[in-house]
């Protein structure tokens, strides 16, 4: 299974940027998908998560009420994020991530995709 994110780039304060994130080489659907992300000199952290199966979501206070996480499976396992009214404070490499059912860890991961927000 890989994990191709895409979509980052450089935006001003207050812009909003879409996130995307595709897996291929699955046999079956994830139990659940993440975006997390890690901005310089500091550890990685939790951004959103979403149930394949329901499609019900999770996000960090941070972010709740600005991203919106979403899922596209008509095709192939599609994850986005939906980023509006960024800070400065997003930026930030951002990874995908999925998790199989059973597990209680991510267990793969996407490349990564860089946002900077200008102020």
């Known amino acids: 299974v890989q994990l191709q994110a895409s979509g980052g780039g450089l935006v001003q304060a207050g812009g909003s940027l879409r996130l995307s994130c595709a897996a291929t080489g699955r046999t079956s659907s994830p139990y659940v998908m993440g975006w997390f992300r890690q901005a310089p000199g500091k550890e990685r952290e939790f951004v959103a998560r979403i149930f394949w199966s329901g499609g019900g979501t999770y996000y960090a206070d941070s972010v709740k009420g600005r991203f919106t996480i979403s899922r596209d499976n008509a095709k192939n396992t599609v994850v986005y994020l939906q980023m509006n009214s960024l800070k400065p404070e997003d930026t930030a490499v951002y990874y995908c991530?999925?998790?199989?059912?059973?597990?209680?860890?991510?267990?793969?991961w996407g490349q990564g995709t860089l946002v900077t927000v200008s102020s």
């Open positions: 991530a999925s998790r199989d059912p059973g597990l209680g860890s991510y267990n793969y």
